[in-house]
Each structure stands twice: as C-alpha cells, then as structure tokens.
C-alpha cells in the first residue's frame, strides 16, 4: 500500500526516470508505478483524455481556442492529426502489451503543459515538436519492449 501511495505521490519524477532509463528496476515504488501505467483503467483514462482533446479541437472556431486548463490548443494541428491521436487511444486500450514509456508519452500529450497540442510561450518554452511527431513518438514507444 506505501508503494502504491509513494508511486502516486512521486509519479511524475518515477516517469521522467523511465522516459530517460535511470530508473531502478527492482524499486518497490517503480515497480508500483509500471503497474499503474500498464493498469486497463488507467490506459483507458488516457485515452480517453485524448480523445476528448480531438473533441474540444473539433468544438473550436477561434485562432484561440482553450481547453479546461485554460490552455491554448494548436487545433489545427491536433485535427489534422487526428486520425493518428486517435489510433493511438484505440492502441492504448485495445494492445494487450504496451511499453510504460508509451503510456506515459501518450498521458503527457494531454497534461503535460510543454505538450505540442498547447501553445508554448516561444521565449521561455519553445516547442521543440509538432503534434504529429509526438503522436508518432508516443506510438513507436508504446509498442517498444
């Protein structure tokens, strides 16, 4: 129970670990935390997630459209990548093995506020990627070993 707790707590520091490979494998908090990524329910959330953000694309008509995170979306970008986003929700809950970095590239699309689907602040935060690279990225992953 402690593991699962610290897993949540620390989630996001346990998945840059992953992403960039210095994670512990034997960490009773890690392992804690690949079974949560690789959990149904929670591949179901994500997504779920992504296709509600092809959703509220879709719903905008401004050059400005925002989410509920008050966070300005590229829609164009994410409609014309709209087939791949949603192929990749459909993997996430259809594939019976996925990779934890996959799940953990396709949940950071959504929340992640240096996500390609937002626009960045060009000074501070440049993008450095185009949601469809991204997408792609998300889903060459998350068929990785």
Known sequence: MTDRILARLRAWSIDDALLNGSAVSGDRTTLARRGRLLNFSYRSRVAGALRQLVAAAARQSGPKPVIAAKLHLKWREIL????????????????????????????????????????????????????????????????MG
């Open 80 to 143: 014309e990548s709209k087939a791949l986003i949603l192929m990749l929700a459909d993997e996430l809950e259809r594939e019976p093995h996925v990779s934890p970095r996959g799940v953990i590239l396709a949940d950071r699309l959504v929340r992640g506020g240096d996500s390609p689907v937002y626009w960045p602040d060009p000074v501070n935060h440049p993008c450095a990627h185009t949601v469809e690279s991204a997408v792609k990225h998300a889903r060459a992953a998350l068929h």
